[in-house]
């Protein structure tokens, strides 16, 4: 198994740019969850899904937007891309609950120019 | 807002020795779990303990949970270089749904 899988691995974006970045498992997890990370801080939750057809709001989910319509695959959507969206962004997934035991892809490190 | 806070930021202790990293938190919670990041990399998860628990081992990890004090500790016995990373304490609380919610980290460095 790949596990949980994330492109690109590094992106490069000017203010008001548009662009998604992927996220795959192949662990046929239910929950999935995307968090970005602050130099020097914890993760903080931006959106999450809890099967196929259904997403919520985390802590931080404005300016993004997401969509889960298969198992596999979590995109994670910047509309419009501003600087305080430079961040490193991580891609999760568990079998049940996002309150269980979460598998976490590789990262992607996004500047915002 | 940060649910688990981790005291120390940073800790820095020679090869052999133990080190000890310690959460807080602040409503009570389902789980609480303590999870590693080797400098840019995703996080891997180390363990899980449940409230009803007091305290778990695995391998050279020693994790417990105070729910009275709404606390936690990791202790890493005779630390390796290998060993040095970011730790994390991130909880599943009780009004938080779907929600793993994470500390800000204890930068460890376990010098050769």
């Known amino acids: 198994n790949a596990g949980v899988t994330q492109t690109p691995k590094f992106q490069v974006l000017k203010t008001g740019q548009s662009m998604t970045l992927q996220c795959a498992q192949d662990?046929?997890?239910?929950?999935m969850s995307w968090y970005r990370q602050d130099p020097g801080m914890g993760l903080r939750l931006i959106h999450y899904?809890?099967?196929?057809?259904?997403?919520d709001q985390g802590e931080v989910p404005n300016g993004y937007n997401v969509s889960r319509s298969t198992t596999e695959d979590f995109p994670l959507r910047l509309l419009s891309a501003a600087p305080s969206q430079t961040s490193v962004y991580f891609c999760?997934?568990?079998?049940?609950?996002?309150?269980?035991?979460?598998?976490f892809g590789p990262g992607t490190r996004l500047l915002v120019l | 807002s940060q649910q688990g806070e981790e005291d120390p930021q940073a800790l820095s202790i020679q090869e052999g020795e133990n080190a000890t990293m310690n959460c807080s938190y602040k409503?009570?919670?389902?789980?609480l779990q303590w999870y590693r990041q080797n400098s840019g990399r995703g996080l891997v998860h180390l363990i899980l303990?449940?409230?009803?628990?007091r305290e778990k081992h695995s391998g050279r990890l020693r994790v417990t949970l105070d729910t009275s004090k709404k606390s936690s500790s990791l202790l890493i016995t005779a630390s390796r270089a290998a060993d040095t990373a970011s730790y994390f304490c991130?909880?599943?609380?009780?009004?938080?749904?779907?929600?793993?919610?994470f500390g800000g980290g204890t930068r460890l460095m376990v010098k050769p």
């Open positions: 999760a997934s568990a079998p049940g609950s996002g309150g269980e035991t979460q598998y």
């Open positions: 662990m046929n997890h239910e929950y």
């Open positions: 899904s809890v099967g196929a057809g259904i997403t």
């Open positions: 409503t009570s919670i389902n789980n």
């Open positions: 303990i449940r409230s009803n628990e």
């Open positions: 991130a909880t599943d609380a009780d009004d938080a749904g779907n929600m793993l919610t």
